[in-house]
């Protein structure tokens, strides 16, 4: 989750065909490290968990996938 500078909204990034989109959300309730989100991601959606500070609306990205 991604907080905009100078305001409270938070955002994801979704991936779909290639790119990303920058989807504002609503949040709920913080359980521990984790917040339940009310809108702005649909179940299924893709959502990037890492590099987020590189990444802009509609840029086109390569999803890597790194056992660890």
Do not use: C, P
């Not at 984790?34 to 990037?48: F, I």
């Amino acid at each position: 989750i991604v907080k905009q500078t100078g305001s409270g909204n938070r955002y994801v990034y979704v991936y779909s065909n290639g790119k990303v989109a920058y989807n504002k959300v609503e949040l709920g309730q913080r359980m521990g490290d984790s917040y339940e989100l009310l809108s702005g991601v649909e179940n299924g959606d893709t959502v990037v968990v890492a590099g987020q500070s590189r990444l802009a609306d509609g840029v086109a990205v390569q999803i890597v996938n790194r056992a660890e």
